[in-house]
C-alpha cells in the first residue's frame, strides 16, 4: 500500500488504539481559525430571508420528480442557500456563543467556501456567506450578453472548495479525510434544498480542478490560507440536465482578474499539515471522466414515513446527537425506512449525484432493534456485487438474508452477536457509538474507486458524505437522531469485521440513536442577529 502516494497517505492517517494518526495533541485557541471567510470591500447583495417560496412537506422529496418547478429568483436562491450552507441555530453555553449549519462539519469547523456561478438573478461569481445570508461580489462580466449566453435558462452552478487548515487546526494529517467527507455532506444538503424547489442538481464529474480553480477565482493569497477545488454543483429548474460549456466559462472569468483579497482566518496565518498538500496534489482531477457505466439496481418506490415537518423545517433541524439514552429500542419499521432511504433510486435527491453503481456499503452493529437479534449486519447498496462480497469477508460468514426486511432491501445478518462493547471500542472508545439503536460502519471499495484514478479517493468520500447526509436526515424524519463519527480505530475495524484484503477500507462511521438534551445548552434564531426586515419569522 505504501508504493501508492494516496494509499500511503490512507494507511498513515489511520487511528489504532496504540496510536493515533498525526495531530497538533493540542488545540491553539489564540489561533482558532474563523468559520466564516469573509471579502472585505466587495459589493453586497443582500438575500430575503422572507423568499416567498412554498415549503412542501419533507416527504415529498422522496418521491419521484412530484413537485413543479419553482422560477428562479432570488428568493428561491435565497431558500437553496438558506436551507443547504446557511446556519440552523445559534448556540450559546456560559459566554460561548456559536452556530450550526444545515450541513454537518466534523468538529463544527466548516473547511467549505461556496462561491456562486449565474448569470441569473446574479450575474458574475459571488461568494456565498453563510452568517450574514449574502453573496459577496467577487468577479463581474464586462461582457455581460455573453456572460448570459454560457448558462442555459434556469441554470447556474456553486462552486464549493476547502480551506484544508481549518480542519487540521484540531485534526491534523486525518483533517483531508474529513474535508472530503464535509463536501459529501454539502453537496447532498444542497441537493435535498434544490428538490423542494423541483429542481435538480448534479456534480460535474467531466470538469477537472484547474477549470474549477479558475471559475471559482481561487487564488494564490500570499497571506491568507489557499482554498483547494472540491467540486461544482450544477443546478437547473429544467426537467433534464444542463449542459455546460466549462471551457467557454472558466475563458470568460479568466479574461478579467478576481480584485478580492480574503480575510485571514487567524490571528496568524494557519500552517499547513505536513503531507496533506501532497496527498491533495496527488489526487488532483483533470478534465474528463472514466466511469464504468455498469448498469445499475431498480428500486421499488420508498415507504412514505408519518413525518408531518415541512422541508424546511427538517432541512434546518437536522442536528448531531451529543449523547443517546442507552435504554429505548427502535421499531424495525423505522429501522428499515432509514435503511431504504440509502438505496441509490435514480430520480432521488441525492442520488443523482451518482453516476455510478454504489461503491460504499455499510456494515451495521446493531444493538436494539425490535425483534431483530444483535449482531454484525451488511445493506450491500448493489446487490450485483454480492459474489465479490462473500470472496472479501471470512468464509463462515452466516450471509442470512433477513427474513423480516422488504423483500427488496439487500440486507444480511452476517453474525449475530453482542457488539455495543465493541462499537465503542471500535469508535476510539466512543459511548455514543453503543447507546445508540445501531452504529455502522461505511466501507469502500478502493479497487473499484480507485481505477478512475487518484482522484477517485476524494469520490469515495463524498459518497460516504452524502449517504452520511441521508441518515441524519432519515433519522429526523423517524424522530431520532444522527452522529456521524470521523475518529475510530480502522484497522481493528477490519481485523473484527475478518476482513484482509486492503481493497475494503472503512472511511466513515455512524450511529443513530435517541438524542439527550444538554439543557445548559441555550439557542437563538440563525439569524436573529440581522435587521428586523430580513428575518424569515415573527418574533414572539
Not at 494507511?11 to 488545540?27: D, I, N, T, V
Not at 452552478?157 to 479525510?177: C, F, M
Not at 466513515?508 to 441555550?522: K, L, N, V
Request: hydrophobic share 40%; proline share 9%; glycine share 6%.
Amino acid at each position: 500500500m505504501e508504493d501508492d502516494p494516496v494509499l500511503a497517505y490512507h494507511q498513515a492517517s489511520k487511528h489504532a488504539p496504540y496510536r493515533y494518526a498525526p495531530g497538533p495533541g493540542y488545540l491553539d485557541w489564540a489561533n482558532q481559525p474563523d468559520p466564516f471567510r469573509r471579502f472585505p470591500g466587495t459589493a453586497q447583495e443582500l438575500l430575503p430571508l422572507a423568499h416567498g417560496c412554498s415549503d412542501p412537506p419533507f416527504v415529498t422529496l422522496w418521491q419521484q420528480r412530484t413537485l413543479p418547478p419553482q422560477p428562479l429568483h432570488a428568493g428561491s436562491l435565497s431558500y437553496l442557500l438558506a436551507y443547504s450552507l446557511g446556519l440552523a441555530v445559534w448556540k450559546l453555553y456560559g459566554q460561548n456563543r456559536w452556530a450550526l449549519r444545515c450541513h454537518p462539519s466534523s468538529g463544527n469547523l466548516h473547511p467549505i467556501e461556496a462561491n456562486l456561478l449565474a448569470a441569473d438573478p446574479f450575474a458574475g461569481v459571488l461568494h456565498y456567506s453563510a452568517r450574514d445570508h449574502l453573496l459577496e461580489r467577487r468577479w463581474q462580466p464586462s461582457q455581460p450578453a455573453h456572460w448570459r449566453s454560457l448558462f442555459p435558462p434556469g441554470c447556474f452552478a456553486i462552486a464549493l472548495s476547502l480551506v484544508h487548515q481549518r480542519e487540521s487546526w484540531k485534526y491534523g494529517l486525518r483533517s483531508y479525510r474529513y474535508c472530503q467527507l464535509n463536501l459529501g455532506h454539502a453537496a447532498a444538503a444542497v441537493a435535498f434544498a434544490a428538490a423542494a424547489l423541483g429542481w435538480q442538481t448534479a456534480i460535474a464529474w467531466q470538469l477537472g480542478d484547474q477549470k474549477l480553480a479558475t471559475m471559482a477565482g481561487l487564488q494564490e493569497w500570499s497571506s491568507v490560507e489557499k482554498e483547494h477545488p472540491g467540486l461544482l454543483l450544477t443546478l437547473s429548474t429544467q426537467t433534464h440536465p444542463p449542459a455546460f460549456s466549462w471551457s467557454a466559462l472558466a475563458e470568460s472569468v479568466a479574461q478579467h482578474p478576481f480584485l478580492d483579497q480574503p480575510s485571514p482566518l487567524a490571528a496568524q496565518k494557519l500552517p499547513v499539515w505536513p503531507g496533506i498538500d501532497a496527498v491533495s496534489s496527488a489526487c488532483h482531477k483533470a478534465d474528463g471522466g472514466c466511469f464504468a457505466g455498469e448498469e445499475k439496481s431498480v428500486w421499488p418506490p420508498l415507504t412514505p414515513s408519518s413525518c408531518t415537518l415541512s422541508a424546511a423545517t427538517l432541512l434546518r433541524g437536522r442536528r448531531s446527537g451529543q449523547a443517546y439514552d442507552p435504554r429505548p429500542v427502535l421499531s424495525q419499521a423505522s429501522f428499515f425506512r432509514i435503511l431504504d432511504r440509502l438505496l441509490p433510486r435514480a430520480g432521488l435527491p441525492p442520488w443523482d449525484l451518482l453516476p455510478e453503481a454504489a461503491r460504499v456499503h455499510p456494515v451495521l452493529l446493531v444493538h436494539r432493534v425490535a425483534d431483530l437479534p444483535p449482531g454484525r449486519y451488511l445493506l450491500l447498496r448493489d446487490p450485483q456485487q454480492l459474489a465479490l462480497w462473500q470472496t472479501l469477508l471470512p468464509a463462515d460468514t452466516a450471509w442470512q438474508p433477513v427474513a423480516a426486511a422488504p423483500a427488496h432491501l439487500p440486507l444480511f445478518l452476517l453474525k449475530e452477536e453482542p457488539c455495543a462493547e465493541q462499537a465503542a471500542l471500535i469508535s476510539c472508545q466512543q459511548e455514543i457509538a453503543a447507546d445508540g439503536f445501531f452504529s455502522l460502519a461505511l466501507l469502500a471499495d478502493f479497487a473499484q474507486g480507485l481505477a478512475k484514478g487518484a482522484w477517485g479517493y476524494r469520490a469515495l468520500h463524498w459518497e460516504a458524505g452524502i449517504i452520511g447526509q441521508v441518515l441524519y436526515l432519515a433519522a429526523e424524519e423517524e424522530g431520532v437522531r444522527g452522529t456521524g463519527i470521523g475518529c475510530f480505530f480502522d484497522d481493528l475495524f477490519h481485523q473484527w469485521l475478518g476482513v484482509t484484503d486492503n481493497r475494503l477500507q472503512t472511511i466513515y462511521h455512524f450511529t443513530i440513536g435517541m438524542p439527550i438534551a444538554d439543557q445548559r445548552i441555550q439557542t437563538t434564531h440563525p439569524y436573529a442577529h440581522l435587521p428586523k426586515e430580513r428575518l424569515d419569522y415573527q418574533p414572539a
